[in-house]
C-alpha cells in the first residue's frame, strides 16, 4: 500500500500538449477514479504513472519515492487492462505467475500466492484452461489475479470492465470494490462510465482536454459540479440547464426564468454578486416533484418515458426541454400542461460566461 | 439455400419466347440450387486436376517404368520396383540425400533468423522503416537466376567484388574460389540462398507480428520480463502458426528448386553440393532417365509429406 503524488504531469505528443499540468493527490488504500469522455487523457495519465509513457514534465510519486526514470516493473504496481492483455499461449495458471516468475520467485512460493489468490476470484478451477477458453468475466477475474498475486503498492486499472455485457459489468464492479475493500491497496481507475467512478471512487477526479475539471469525492461532485461541463457529465438524465435572471426576492434571491420564480435557498455567498445579471440553474431531474409549491416550473408534456422505477417526463418550458424523475405511477401524457415543483435547495448556479461554478 | 424454381415461376406472368430461350434464366434459376457452388468450384477444380493431380500422378507411374530416352532399346515397360531398389545402392542419391538435409535446414535456420531479426527491426515502427523495408524485400523481388548470377559474378575468383573487399579488410590471403572449393561450396551457395529468401520469413513474420496486441508487452513490462523473455515467451509462441507455415512452404520450396545451385555449382565441384532436386532434374534432363527420375521425385515428394505431417504435429499448431 502507499499513497500517490503526481505533481505537474504534462505530456504532449509533438505540438499537441495532451495533459495540462496535472497534480493529483491519493491517500494510502484510496481508489481515485479517473472519469472523462474519450481522448480527456485519462490513460494518458495512467500509463505515466504505470511508467509506459514517459511524460513531458513533471514528478510521479508513489509512496515516498519519485519513479519518473523507474522501469514500470520496479514501481511495484500492477495493471489490470482493458483487453485483459492475457498471455493466449499461457495456462491461467502460468497467467496469473508470470510476474512473480519473472521475478524468480521459488516455486512453491508461487504456487501458494496462485492459489491464494485464485481463491480469492474463485478461479481455482479454472487454473489449467488457456485464456481462449474462457468467458469475458472469468478473463477479467484471471486479469484481477495476475494484478493482486504479486501484492503491490498500486493498482491501476485501465477501463476493465468495457468489455463485459452490462450485467457482468455490475457484479465486476461489485467484485472490484470488495476486492478493495478487503485488500486496502491503493486503486487508480480509469473508466468513462460515471456510474463506475460514483460507485467505486473515494475520490473522483474529472477531466476534459488533458485537464482536471474537479478533483473530489463522488457526492460533492454529484452534488456541487465546480462547472457546467461535471455537472452536465455526471448523473443521468444529464442535469437540466436553465437559463434565467437572477432577482432580489422576499429578502433573498431567486431565479425569473420567464414567467417562472425559483425562490433559492442555501446560496452560496458569491451569488449576490450576480443578482440582475443572467445565469444557468443546473438541476438535478430527481429534484423536481409533480404539482405547486413555492418554486415551480409549467410546461407541456413532450415525452413520457416509464423506465420500471421511475417514470422520466420531457417537459417543454417555454421552448427548453426539462427532464424530471417523477414516481413510477405517474403517467402523463404527451401534449397535456404539467407543473413541476423544484427543491432549489439541490440547485447549482453557474456564471454563463465561464461555465463555473457560482 | 434451395427453392423451389417452379414456384418462383408460378408467381410471374407468362414467360415470353424470349424468356424460355434465355439462357440467363436458367443460369438465374440454377444459382438458387445447391448445385451452383460446385459449378464455381469446377473451373478452379479442373485446373487443378490438369496442371497439378495429373502430373504427379503421371510422375508416380513414370517410376515404376523404364523410360530412357537415350536407350530407346529398352522400351518403356513396368519395371516395378527397380528404380527404388537402385536408389538404396547409388551413393549419389545418399550424397544427394544428405546434403538436401544440410542445405534445407542451415537455410531455414539462417532465413528464419535474419528474417526475424529484419521483422522485429520493421514492426517497431520508428522513421525510416517504410523505406527500409522495401530495401530488405528487394532481393525476394529478384527471380533466382539473375541472383544466382549476379551472386557467381560477386564471388567471382578474378572479378569478385566480395573477394576484392576480402582480401582488403585483411580477412582473406588471396582471392578464393568459393564455388570451387569443396569445403566452401556448400556454405557459399547457402549464404546466397539465405540472402535472396529471408525476406519471405520477413514478410510473414512482420504481418504476424502486427496482429500481436500491444497490450501484451505492456503487461509483460509491469510483469518484469526483459526483451529476451518477451520474445521466448510471448512473441515467438504467439507466431507459432505463421513460423510453422512459413517453414513448411520454404522447406517445400528448398527441396523442390535447384534453380539456384544450378547456376552457381551445377551440384559441383564432385557432389558437394549435389541435392535431390538437382540431382533429379539432372538424371530428367541430362540423362534423360525419366523413369529414375520420376522415383527420385517420389521420394522427395514423400518426403516432404512426411516433415509437414511431422513437423505440424511437434509444433503443436493444432492445438491452440
Given at each position: 500500500?502507499?499513497?500517490?503524488?503526481?505533481?505537474?504531469?504534462?505530456?504532449?505528443?509533438?505540438?499537441?500538449?495532451?495533459?495540462?499540468?496535472?497534480?493529483?493527490?491519493?491517500?494510502?488504500?484510496?481508489?481515485?477514479?479517473?472519469?472523462?469522455?474519450?481522448?480527456?487523457?485519462?490513460?494518458?495519465?495512467?500509463?505515466?504513472?504505470?511508467?509506459?509513457?514517459?511524460?513531458?514534465?513533471?514528478?510521479?510519486?508513489?509512496?515516498?519515492?519519485?519513479?519518473?526514470?523507474?522501469?514500470?516493473?520496479?514501481?511495484?504496481?500492477?495493471?489490470?487492462?482493458?483487453?485483459?492483455?492475457?498471455?493466449?499461449?499461457?495456462?491461467?495458471?502460468?497467467?496469473?505467475?508470470?510476474?512473480?516468475?519473472?521475478?524468480?520467485?521459488?516455486?512453491?512460493?508461487?504456487?501458494?500466492?496462485?492459489?491464494?489468490?485464485?481463491?480469492?476470484?474463485?478461479?481455482?478451477?479454472?487454473?489449467?484452461?488457456?485464456?481462449?477458453?474462457?468467458?469475458?468475466?472469468?478473463?477479467?477475474?484471471?486479469?484481477?489475479?495476475?494484478?493482486?498475486?504479486?501484492?503491490?503498492?498500486?493498482?491501476?486499472?485501465?477501463?476493465?470492465?468495457?468489455?463485459?455485457?452490462?450485467?457482468?459489468?455490475?457484479?465486476?464492479?461489485?467484485?472490484?470494490?470488495?476486492?478493495?475493500?478487503?485488500?486496502?491497496?491503493?486503486?487508480?481507475?480509469?473508466?468513462?462510465?460515471?456510474?463506475?467512478?460514483?460507485?467505486?471512487?473515494?475520490?473522483?477526479?474529472?477531466?476534459?482536454?488533458?485537464?482536471?475539471?474537479?478533483?473530489?469525492?463522488?457526492?460533492?461532485?454529484?452534488?456541487?459540479?465546480?462547472?457546467?461541463?461535471?455537472?452536465?457529465?455526471?448523473?443521468?438524465?444529464?442535469?437540466?440547464?436553465?437559463?434565467?435572471?437572477?432577482?432580489?426576492?422576499?429578502?433573498?434571491?431567486?431565479?425569473?426564468?420567464g414567467s417562472a420564480v425559483l425562490a433559492l435557498t442555501d446560496i452560496e455567498p458569491g451569488a449576490e454578486a450576480f443578482v440582475g445579471k443572467q445565469v444557468v440553474a443546473g438541476i438535478r431531474p430527481e429534484t423536481f416533484s409533480k404539482g405547486e409549491g413555492p418554486s415551480s416550473l409549467t410546461g407541456t408534456v413532450d415525452v413520457v418515458e416509464p423506465t420500471g422505477p421511475d417514470t422520466m417526463v420531457v417537459l417543454d418550458v417555454g421552448g427548453q426541454m426539462?427532464?424530471?424523475?417523477?414516481?413510477?405511477?405517474?403517467?402523463?401524457?404527451?401534449?397535456?400542461?404539467?407543473?413541476?415543483?423544484?427543491?432549489?435547495?439541490?440547485?447549482?448556479?453557474?456564471?454563463?460566461?465561464?461555465?463555473?461554478?457560482? | 439455400?434451395?427453392?423451389?424454381?417452379?414456384?418462383?415461376?408460378?408467381?410471374?406472368?407468362?414467360?415470353?419466347?424470349?424468356?424460355?430461350?434465355?439462357?440467363?434464366?436458367?443460369?438465374?434459376?440454377?444459382?438458387?440450387?445447391?448445385?451452383?457452388?460446385?459449378?464455381?468450384?469446377?473451373?478452379?477444380?479442373?485446373?487443378?486436376?490438369?496442371?497439378?493431380?495429373?502430373?504427379?500422378?503421371?510422375?508416380?507411374?513414370?517410376?515404376?517404368?523404364?523410360?530412357?530416352?537415350?536407350?530407346?532399346?529398352?522400351?518403356?515397360?513396368?519395371?516395378?520396383?527397380?528404380?527404388?531398389?537402385?536408389?538404396?545402392?547409388?551413393?549419389?542419391?545418399?550424397?544427394?540425400?544428405?546434403?538436401?538435409?544440410?542445405?534445407?535446414?542451415?537455410?531455414?535456420?539462417?532465413?528464419?533468423?535474419?528474417?526475424?531479426?529484419?521483422?522485429?527491426?520493421?514492426?517497431?515502427?520508428?522513421?525510416?522503416?517504410?523505406?527500409?523495408?522495401?530495401?530488405?524485400?528487394?532481393?525476394?523481388?529478384?527471380?533466382?537466376?539473375?541472383?544466382?548470377?549476379?551472386?557467381?559474378?560477386?564471388?567471382?575468383?578474378?572479378?569478385?567484388?566480395?573477394?576484392?573487399?576480402?582480401?582488403?579488410?585483411?580477412?582473406?590471403?588471396?582471392?578464393?574460389?568459393?564455388?570451387?572449393?569443396?569445403?566452401?561450396?556448400?556454405?557459399?551457395?547457402?549464404?546466397?540462398?539465405?540472402?535472396?529468401?529471408?525476406?519471405?520469413?520477413?514478410?510473414?513474420?512482420?504481418?504476424?507480428?502486427?496482429?500481436?496486441?500491444?497490450?501484451?508487452?505492456?503487461?509483460?513490462?509491469?510483469?518484469?520480463?526483459?526483451?529476451?523473455?518477451?520474445?521466448?515467451?510471448?512473441?515467438?509462441?504467439?507466431?507459432?502458426?505463421?513460423?510453422?507455415?512459413?517453414?513448411?512452404?520454404?522447406?517445400?520450396?528448398?527441396?523442390?528448386?535447384?534453380?539456384?545451385?544450378?547456376?552457381?555449382?551445377?551440384?559441383?565441384?564432385?557432389?558437394?553440393?549435389?541435392?535431390?532436386?538437382?540431382?533429379?532434374?539432372?538424371?530428367?534432363?541430362?540423362?534423360?532417365?525419366?523413369?529414375?527420375?520420376?522415383?527420385?521425385?517420389?521420394?522427395?515428394?514423400?518426403?516432404?509429406?512426411?516433415?509437414?505431417?511431422?513437423?505440424?504435429?511437434?509444433?503443436?499448431?493444432?492445438?491452440?
Open positions: 500500500m502507499a499513497t500517490l503524488s503526481i505533481k505537474g504531469v504534462r505530456k504532449s505528443f509533438g505540438s499537441v500538449e495532451v495533459l495540462h499540468n496535472i497534480d493529483l493527490e491519493l491517500e494510502d488504500g484510496g481508489f481515485l477514479v479517473l472519469l472523462g469522455p474519450s481522448g480527456c487523457g485519462k490513460s494518458t495519465l495512467l500509463s505515466i504513472i504505470a511508467g509506459l509513457e514517459p511524460s513531458s514534465g513533471g514528478d510521479v510519486v508513489i509512496g515516498d519515492r519519485t519513479v519518473n526514470d523507474v522501469h514500470p516493473k520496479d514501481r511495484n504496481i500492477a495493471m489490470v487492462f482493458q483487453s485483459y492483455a492475457l498471455y493466449p499461449t499461457m495456462s491461467v495458471r502460468r497467467n496469473i505467475g508470470f510476474g512473480l516468475e519473472m521475478r524468480r520467485v521459488d516455486t512453491s512460493s508461487r504456487e501458494d500466492a496462485i492459489a491464494r489468490a485464485a481463491d480469492l476470484l474463485q478461479i481455482s478451477h479454472l487454473l489449467d484452461r488457456k485464456p481462449g477458453q474462457l468467458s469475458g468475466g472469468q478473463r477479467q477475474r484471471v486479469a484481477m489475479g495476475r494484478a493482486i498475486v504479486r501484492n503491490p503498492d498500486l493498482f491501476l486499472f485501465d477501463e476493465p470492465l468495457s468489455n463485459l455485457d452490462a450485467k457482468l459489468r455490475v457484479e465486476m464492479r461489485t467484485e472490484i470494490k470488495r476486492l478493495h475493500d478487503r485488500l486496502g491497496t491503493s486503486v487508480v481507475y480509469v473508466t468513462h462510465d460515471q456510474v463506475e467512478a460514483m460507485t467505486l471512487g473515494t475520490k473522483v477526479a474529472v477531466m476534459k482536454g488533458g485537464v482536471i475539471q474537479q478533483l473530489a469525492d463522488p457526492q460533492t461532485i454529484y452534488e456541487k459540479p465546480a462547472n457546467m461541463f461535471v455537472a452536465g457529465f455526471i448523473g443521468s438524465p444529464t442535469m437540466n440547464f436553465l437559463t434565467g435572471t437572477l432577482e432580489q426576492h422576499n429578502g433573498g434571491l431567486a431565479l425569473h426564468h426539462i427532464s424530471a424523475r417523477l414516481g413510477s405511477r405517474e403517467r402523463p401524457h404527451p401534449g397535456e400542461p404539467m407543473t413541476l415543483n423544484v427543491d432549489t435547495s439541490a440547485l447549482n448556479l453557474f456564471d454563463p460566461d465561464t461555465g463555473n461554478r457560482i | 439455400m434451395t427453392s423451389n424454381p417452379q414456384s418462383i415461376m408460378a408467381s410471374s406472368r407468362p414467360l415470353s419466347t424470349w424468356d424460355r430461350i434465355n439462357p440467363a434464366r436458367y443460369i438465374g434459376e440454377l444459382s438458387e440450387t445447391r448445385f451452383w457452388m460446385y459449378l464455381l468450384l469446377l473451373p478452379s477444380a479442373l485446373l487443378i486436376m490438369g496442371v497439378v493431380i495429373y502430373p504427379t500422378l503421371y510422375g508416380f507411374q513414370l517410376s515404376f517404368r523404364e523410360m530412357r530416352l537415350n536407350r530407346p532399346d529398352l522400351g518403356t515397360d513396368w519395371v516395378l520396383l527397380k528404380h527404388y531398389q537402385r536408389m538404396l545402392s547409388d551413393q549419389i542419391f545418399w550424397i544427394s540425400l544428405r546434403n538436401t538435409a544440410v542445405w534445407v535446414t542451415a537455410a531455414v535456420i539462417i532465413e528464419f533468423s535474419v528474417g526475424l531479426i529484419a521483422a522485429l527491426a520493421l514492426n517497431r515502427n520508428l522513421p525510416g522503416t517504410k523505406v527500409l523495408a522495401v530495401f530488405i524485400l528487394l532481393p525476394f523481388f529478384l527471380p533466382n537466376v539473375v541472383a544466382g548470377h549476379m551472386w557467381a559474378l560477386m564471388l567471382d575468383p578474378r572479378l569478385g567484388v566480395i573477394n576484392d573487399l576480402l582480401v582488403k579488410v585483411g580477412l582473406l590471403g588471396g582471392y578464393k574460389a568459393w564455388f570451387a572449393d569443396p569445403s566452401t561450396a556448400m556454405a557459399a551457395a547457402i549464404i546466397v540462398e539465405a540472402w535472396h529468401s529471408f525476406p519471405f520469413f520477413t514478410l510473414l513474420l512482420l504481418a504476424g507480428l502486427k496482429g500481436v496486441p500491444s497490450d501484451l508487452y505492456k503487461a509483460a513490462d509491469i510483469d518484469g520480463a526483459g526483451s529476451i523473455s518477451q520474445l521466448r515467451l510471448i512473441t515467438l509462441p504467439m507466431l507459432k502458426t505463421v513460423i510453422a507455415a512459413a517453414v513448411i512452404l520454404r522447406v517445400i520450396g528448398l527441396v523442390n528448386s535447384p534453380d539456384l545451385l544450378l547456376i552457381l555449382t551445377s551440384g559441383g565441384p564432385g557432389r558437394s553440393t549435389q541435392v535431390l532436386s538437382l540431382y533429379a532434374f539432372q538424371t530428367a534432363y541430362k540423362d534423360f532417365n525419366f523413369g529414375y527420375a520420376g522415383a527420385l521425385s517420389v521420394i522427395m515428394f514423400i518426403f516432404l509429406m512426411m516433415f509437414a505431417w511431422v513437423y505440424v504435429r511437434l509444433s503443436k499448431v493444432n492445438q491452440d
